[in-house]
RNA sequence: GGGUCUAUGGCGCAGCCAGGUAGCGCACCGGACUUUUAAUCCGGUUGUCAAGGGUCCGAAUCCCUUUAGACCCGCCA
């Protein structure tokens, strides 16, 4: 790769701004302004995934504009569909009655919000505005109550049945040959899915259904039989998502949009509707694996194993996420919280690289890694390099001081030379990786093994730490009771290394046991005589 | 039935998506430092980068075939 093959800042997002740019070129598309949009989901807690979907088309949006382009994300929250399961942890608010009703017609159980369904969205659009992801806000039920889509419905019904066979053709499912791509909202019991959609009235835009019995998942949904006519350009039902997207693409003129594999099939779909049914020319597009648990299944939003983006902020920063989301696209990723302190450590180094600490011979590579830097702060760098703590060398520090931790940590990192003075981000940075030690400190107390004469040397020991007096030098004390009680001080120090810390290694002890206090340590060591 | 991803030294992984001498962590081994160590320093496993083929001056990286595993779709969204 040469210097002027590189597009924009080396990234793969750069890479994908110039293939859409391309494509509009030869499409022959007015370019100014190009859109991009994100599904939300409304249904379900938001995990990282959803929010990924989002942070990326805002990459995509960032990559065009630092182009030369006009561009615009779109959030579009799809609090129309109805609600099929429960989620995971929220059993108690009586949600059994709402299955199949639209989430913007579900109250809020937490009663903050106006809907179920805008409660969903806000945590997903409360984790955009903290890691700093701008966008436009919309709503299918705003949507659909302005007719917004009313033309491409209308176009969509009319050619039901063709799009039924191509369906049917493209991805097998052969539904869509006997029922409209349209779910009506039963006017008599709020459902969707219940109602099946029979007929289209073209002259009067209306879609005459029946509601009866379903199936949802493995639960049957009882319809209440009520036969009605739903107005297309209201908010009285919607498309079926494998001709939503395009009826929303050619209504809003999206030319990029990310997409999960879970919904190959559907953009499939819809990207042949959208070219040969709307005329309107698909957006572009890209895939992208989900997010696996270490297990490897897949995050659900119902299930309880949920990453969100408000858990993450509790343990790492949002550049750590925005890092997690922009360093690659492709492949699976067995994802969660112990990825965390890898970041945290990977973003420095990219900052030594871009302000040139760190050395990189390949001339592709540097300007990638800078590249990286750019859009992981969303291509508004700082001037000058943040003071870097290693994130892993404050967790350890937190295990160990658990209270007045903030200046204790800040004082150690001082004594360490790690830090010249306090700064609030390093107290930041103390509470996040405080919170990290705290959820995820699984040390329990370690097994270790002690012959009798160690555990006469460490009874010594203890006495001698809990004595009023201070110690003045309980390095040397504790060799002194090592060494007069025939016990290796090499093997002493580590058997107290793995009491105390659970390694074999550590710091110097002697200050470090009067760091942690003489009498804490004096009682953990007890248990062991 | 359809589709996607993954396969790299003992283990875990990065690098691949814009081709340019194969890396990191852990583990283990050898050496240096006569307890006084902030995760000490030096060296080590010569990795057929799953197998086979192709493109190229050059392939872990791109293309095709094969194998194995994982995941997604075939309700709905």
């Known amino acids: 790769m040469t210097e002027q093959d590189i597009i924009g800042k080396g990234t793969w997002i750069d890479k994908l701004a110039s293939e859409l740019l391309e494509r509009e070129k030869s499409l022959g598309r007015n370019t100014d302004l190009l859109r991009v949009e994100s599904g939300l989901g409304a249904s379900g807690i938001p995990h990282i995934g959803s929010l990924g979907d989002a942070v990326r088309a805002y990459g995509v949006k960032l990559a065009l504009e630092n182009l030369g382009y ?15 399961k429960i989620p995971e942890g929220m059993q108690e608010f009586g949600l059994e009655e709402h299955i ?4 913007s017609l579900i109250p809020d159980p937490y009663g903050c919000h106006d809907s179920y369904g805008m409660h969903m969205s806000s ?91 379903t199936e949802i998942g493995s639960k049957m949904v009882k319809g209440c039989g009520h ?63 989900m997010f696996l648990d270490k297990g ?37 990723r067995e994802l969660g919280f112990d990825d ?10 990219l900052e030594d690289i871009y302000f040139g600490r760190i050395k990189i011979d390949n ?9 990286l830097y750019e859009y992981v702060n969303l291509l508004n760098p700082p001037k000058q390099s943040s003071t870097h703590v290693n994130y892993r060398l404050v967790i350890e520090l937190a295990k160990i001081f658990k209270e007045n931790r903030t200046e204790r940590v800040t004082k150690k990192l001082l004594d360490y030379g790690v830090i010249k003075n306090p700064e609030p981000e390093i107290e930041k940075l103390i509470e996040l990786a405080g919170n990290y030690s705290d959820a995820f400190d699984t040390q329990e107390k370690t097994q270790v093994d002690l012959d009798d004469t160690v555990k006469k040397a460490l009874k010594l020991l203890v006495d001698a730490l809990s004595g009023d007096e201070e110690l003045e030098d309980i390095q040397n004390t504790i060799y002194q009771i090592a060494k007069s009680n025939d016990v290796q001080p090499k093997d002493f120090f580590k058997i107290l290394y ?25 009682k953990t060591l007890s248990e062991y005589t």
């Open 70 to 84: 006009k561009s615009e994300l779109i959030a579009y929250s799809d609090d129309l569909d109805g609600l099929r």
């Open 227 to 289: 036969i009605g006519e739903a107005d297309i350009g209201k908010d009285l039902g919607k498309l079926a998502w494998k001709v939503e997207f395009a009826a929303r693409w050619a209504a809003f003129d999206i030319r990029f949009e990310a997409y999960g594999k879970d919904i190959m099939d559907s953009v499939k779909v819809n990207d042949w509707v959208a070219d040969e049914i709307l005329g309107f020319p698909h957006p572009h597009h890209v895939k992208y694996e």
């Open 340 to 349: 965390i302190p890898s970041l945290m450590a990977e973003y420095n180094e």
């Open 363 to 371: 001339q592709a590579k540097l300007i990638k890694s800078k590249g």
């Open 100 to 103: 199949a009703k639209p989430v």
């Open 123 to 213: 945590i997903l659009l409360e984790g955009l505005d903290r890691v700093g992801i701008k966008y436009e806000f919309r709503r299918a039920v705003d949507t659909y109550k302005q007719g917004l889509l009313k033309d491409q419905i209308h176009t969509i019904l009319q050619n039901s049945s063709k799009i039924g066979e191509k369906i049917s053709e493209l991805v097998g499912q052969e539904k869509y040959q006997k029922y409209l791509p349209y779910f009506p909202v039963c006017a008599n019991c709020n459902r969707l899915y219940t109602a099946e959609a029979s007929e289209y009235i073209t002259d009067e835009k209306k879609v005459k259904y029946t509601c009866h019995d």
């Open 296 to 332: 490897g299944k897949k995050i659900s939003k119902s299930l309880g194993n949920v990453i969100t983006a408000q858990k993450w902020l509790e343990f790492g920063t949002p550049k750590s996420i925005l890092l997690l989301l922009y360093k690659r696209i492709t492949g699976a």
């Open 498 to 522: 793995q009491i105390i810390l659970g390694t074999s290694r550590g710091p110097k002890i002697g200050p470090f046991i009067s760091d942690i206090g003489r009498k804490q340590v004096a």
